[in-house]
Nanobody, 125 residues
């Protein structure tokens, strides 16, 4: 059974850092793209980053230069390092997996195949 489990969220002050993890269970290979998405209260889910199986990555303009996506295929784990956090980064962060196609890189979250349950991030004093 395929499952994605996020962890690493929490409360952090503005300017602080967090590292999110996403462990993938049940995949038969590492040939899938991982997308990171977030949803702030009262807002729609938005894409944050995509990272391919070969670790090519893209970022939303709002997080470029502050967030870094990576993955360790041997551990079936993807990471999102978040630095210089701002209050507007607050939200529930989700990882999702895409087996085929390029929905993540095209900004189409509806094309992702599997989703985790999310981990909350709060940036506040």
């Amino acid at each position: 059974q395929v499952q994605l489990v996020e962890s690493g969220g929490g409360l952090v002050q503005p300017g602080g850092s967090l590292r999110l993890s996403c462990v993938a269970f049940g995949f038969t290979s590492d040939h899938y793209t991982i997308g990171w998405f977030r949803q702030a209260p009262g807002k729609e889910r938005e894409g944050v980053s995509c990272i391919s199986s070969s670790s090519s990555s893209t970022y939303a303009d709002s997080v470029k230069g502050r967030f870094t996506a990576s993955r360790d295929n041997a551990k079936n784990t993807a990471y999102l390092q978040m630095n210089s956090l701002k209050p507007e980064d607050t939200g529930v962060y989700y990882c999702a997996a895409e087996l085929y196609g390029s929905s993540c890189f095209m900004g189409r979250p509806q094309g992702m195949d599997y989703w985790g349950k999310g981990t909350p991030v709060t940036v506040s004093d």
